[in-house]
């Protein structure tokens, strides 16, 4: 049996090309702006930290390593995210293609 956050990441995809909104959702480049956000966030701690090192502060260094792990933790969770409602909206839209082509096909004759 799936988990809830599959079947509502799926749902997604299903409810994306029910309404056929698959090219705007994929214009909006939402996964790629977030996967920038998450890696401008991380080398900004990356330098603080070098900072904090030269200043000999360990304490605040390794909040700084703490804070970069959560954030990868993050990063890895939205990966999921992302392979799960692109697959998701690949299965959707080959399915919709291949109920289109049966209807043509009747259509035919």
């Known amino acids: 049996m799936m988990s809830t956050n599959l079947r509502d990441r799926s749902r997604v995809g299903y409810i994306l090309t029910l309404l056929n909104q698959c090219y705007f959702y994929e214009s909006l480049n939402w996964f790629d702006s977030v996967s920038v956000k998450y890696e401008q966030e991380i080398e900004q701690i990356r330098e603080e930290q070098r900072l904090a090192q030269r200043r ?7 909040t700084l390593t703490m804070k970069i792990s959560q954030i990868e933790d993050l990063q890895r969770e939205f990966q999921y995210l992302m392979c799960t ?12 293609s291949e ?4 209807e043509s096909y009747l259509e035919e004759f």
């Open 99 to 102: 109920e289109n082509q049966e």
């Open 85 to 96: 409602v692109q697959s998701a909206l690949r299965f959707f839209k080959q399915k919709d």
């Open 56 to 62: 000999k502060d360990e304490s605040y260094a390794q």
